[in-house]
């Protein structure tokens, strides 16, 4: 048969698996936002089966043997070849696992995320440790059935972001250690920021309106996408003209919607620039979670916290809460959204212990893996490391082990990411400055110049490169963390004049 109509064929089978991906998508992102509580269980056992049908499709063999063919062929264009090579690489990480045995991991990280939802509600990490040793257990299990060069935890390292492994990560994870707990520790001995000011109270109708005035200054397109109500903020593209973002107020917090807002836009503004002719590909979405990471962190750290980016949007702040913030200057303003303080809560700490929060995840992750801790001591093993890393420690498993919805999900390897893209974000950055004036980009409220550069330089790629190539495609050098710690360094010791 010809390649062009083996082709066809393949986006046949392509289209029926996007149309289970939508209705999935779509379920989950009703589950997390509107749907009732009561009907979770009734959702879950359905979408568990979806989830199955969608594994018997793309595993099947013939699915298999005619990506395998047509990737083998000649004449197929250059592009559809290297789409089909992380189709293939992606099929790597679930072909040779019994469907069984997918199906039951599934379902207990949906009855997980249940269970782990009632454990935080509680503060008791023993109601969701079962679950918690049984993930692991699985994940463990599921190793077995992949093939290829990697082992343990370098397997669902690579998963997220491929090309990392833990050897890469520790000389990551060392530089953070060796140059931001010394800085860490400098600022807490330093005057501290005054931010009582964004406890006061603000009401949640306020906030929805500054949140759509925010998001029309980064130029969010209104008839492609949407932003709802969740309690843990997330965005989901189901298509390149379907962004749903999502944020959760705290009316005693000003930063906290803000901040999860100006992060999650990026995250939908990569996939909303995904060039056409890949919107309907497999590569629109599967880029790699440091990259995803990197373009939500460099809205809402790089941009989102630099004073110009409040030029035009902070007046309009103040309009909608004079009596919180009349007395409350531009400069307070910024330097309370950019304050250092050690804390406990992952998701509200600052871009400076950020990436130890992460260090803290990936150091007992590795340890969980290559078995040197005990899983049953995994609460006292994080509050340790906390003690030791940010000074403090956990009286509450709701602010300590239970914090974090990943685990339930079985989303090992995802956490490094999160730090891994704030330092991608500094190189992109570094490099964006060669060709904009950032500031006056963000104080002449041209916010599409900046967008219209990710887009160019990686935006409109999706997932085509590795992350590797990525960065040197935008930047011209290879990933260097270097450009992270100058810019925490420099930031941070100015603010704090140190
Ligand atoms: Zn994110």
Request: hydrophobic share 35%; aromatic share 14%.
């Amino acid at each position: 048969m010809k390649t062009e109509e083996l082709w066809k064929q393949y986006e046949e089978q392509r289209f029926k698996i996007s149309a289970y991906h939508l209705v999935l998508g779509t379920t989950f992102y009703d589950s997390d936002t509107i749907a009732p509580e009561k009907g979770r269980q009734y959702r879950n056992e359905r979408m568990a089966y979806l989830e199955g049908e969608v594994f018997d499709m793309e595993t099947d063999p013939k699915f298999i043997e005619l990506r395998e063919t047509l990737y083998n062929r000649e004449d197929l264009p250059e592009q559809k070849k290297q789409i089909l090579k992380w189709e293939l690489k992606d099929l790597e990480s679930f072909r040779y696992i019994p469907k069984d045995l997918y199906v039951e991991y599934n379902e207990l990280t949906m009855n997980s995320n249940v269970a782990w939802k009632k454990a935080k509600n509680a503060n008791d990490y023993k109601m969701f440790e079962p679950y918690l040793l049984k993930i692991i257990d699985l994940s463990k299990k599921m190793l077995q059935y992949r093939k290829g060069d990697l082992q343990g935890y370098d397997v669902y390292l690579s998963d997220y972001e491929p090309g990392m492994t833990v050897e890469k990560y520790d000389r990551f994870f060392d530089l953070i250690r060796e140059k931001l707990v010394p800085l860490i520790k400098k600022i807490s001995a330093a005057p501290q920021i005054d931010t009582s000011f964004t406890n006061r109270f603000y009401p949640a109708d306020q906030q929805r309106k500054m949140m759509k005035k925010i998001m029309d200054y980064m130029q969010f397109d209104w008839e492609a996408g949407v932003l709802g109500e969740t309690e843990h903020p997330f965005t989901s593209s189901l298509s390149k003209y379907d962004d749903r973002v999502t944020t959760h107020y705290y009316e005693n917090n000003l930063l906290s919607s803000i901040f999860s807002v100006i992060h999650e836009t990026g995250h939908a503004t990569y996939n909303y620039q995904v060039a056409d002719e890949l919107a309907e590909t497999y590569v629109f979405d599967n880029m790699s979670s440091g990259m995803h990471e990197s373009q939500s962190r460099l809205m809402e750290n790089y941009l989102g916290r630099n004073s110009a980016f409040w030029d035009n949007l902070y007046p309009e702040m103040v309009k909608l809460f004079p009596q919180q913030l009349s007395d409350i200057s531009q400069q307070q303003f910024v330097d309370a959204a950019n304050a250092s303080v050690c804390s406990l809560i992952r998701t509200e700490a600052d871009e400076l212990t950020y990436p130890l929060h992460i260090l803290i995840r990936y150091e007992i992750e590795k340890g969980i893996f290559d078995g040197s801790i005990d899983v049953n001591d995994l609460e006292n093993i994080w509050n340790d490391k906390y003690e030791e890393y940010l000074g403090i420690r956990p009286t509450c498993a709701s602010e300590g082990i239970l914090q974090d919805v990943h685990w339930s999900g079985g989303s090992f390897g995802y956490f490094p990411t999160y730090a891994l893209g704030s330092g991608y974000a500094a190189q992109f950055i570094h490099a964006m400055r060669k060709d904009l004036d950032i500031e006056a980009c963000l104080s002449n409220n041209e916010f599409g110049k900046i967008k219209e550069w990710l887009k160019e330089h990686i935006h409109k790629y999706g997932g085509y490169y590795l992350p590797q190539q990525q960065i040197k495609i935008a930047t011209g050098e290879e990933f260097d963390p270097q450009y992270y710690i100058d810019y925490l360094t420099e930031k941070y010791s100015a603010l704090y004049k140190l």
